[in-house]
């Protein structure tokens, strides 16, 4: 399902829904934090996807995004207290209409949008990925891989 892959991309999507915010930038690169406890139940699954999301997002979402994800020419993906990911979409976005209750929202747009010159282009583990990434380097507690059947679990804003 397109939309399971969606949710991996969820820093893409976040950009796309307007202008950078001109708040200061993070540091270069987004760095996750050491992965939840939980997170060592599973054999390294989580880490590696955060490991695979950081390296995509450097390579499919840092040009728009910004390497920290401070936004340059499109949104800031992370930050969620300087305006990352807001549960309704900038009023002069281009790209995004929903909102961004979980995680599946997000990934949700981001299939269908980004990148914005070739939308769900990536497959379907490389959205999960970003997601999971940029969702991480958020502090959104991500205590296993994530992915279409636990994505609307992860609650960014409640309705």
Known sequence: MRIVAIVCLASVVVACGGGGDGASPPPATPTPGPAPASAAAEPQTFPEQVAAGQKLYGDKCASCHGAGGEGTRAPRVVGLDKGALPLDPPASSKYRKNQFHTAADVAEFAVKAMPPMAPGSLKESE??????????????????????SNAKEVVLHKP
């Open 127 to 148: 959205y999960w990925s970003i997601l999971a990434f940029d969702l991480h380097a958020n502090g959104v507690d991500l205590p296993h891989k994530l992915d279409a």
